[in-house]
C-alpha cells in the first residue's frame, strides 16, 4: 500500500491541469476558479504561486 504525504497546503478552489516539467523537476497546477497557477519542486522542496505569469515565493 502507497502512502499520501501533503507536500503543498494550496487551498485550491478547482484545481485541476497537474503537469510535471522533467527539466525543471516541479510539479504544476491550477486553480481556475481562483485564478492562480502553483509550483512546487519536491526535491529543492520549493514551493511558488503566480496570477500574473511571474513565480513568487509562498
Known sequence: ???VELVHQSHCRIG????WS?????I???D???HKV???KPLLNE???TDSGVFQDS
Request: aromatic share 12%; charged share 10%.
Open 16 to 19: 485541476e491541469a497537474v503537469i
Open 22 to 26: 522533467v527539466a525543471e523537476q516541479a
Open 38 to 40: 502553483y509550483q512546487h
Open 28 to 30: 504544476y497546477w491550477s
Open 1 to 3: 500500500m502507497s502512502n
Open 32 to 34: 481556475i476558479l481562483g
Open 47 to 49: 514551493k511558488g504561486t
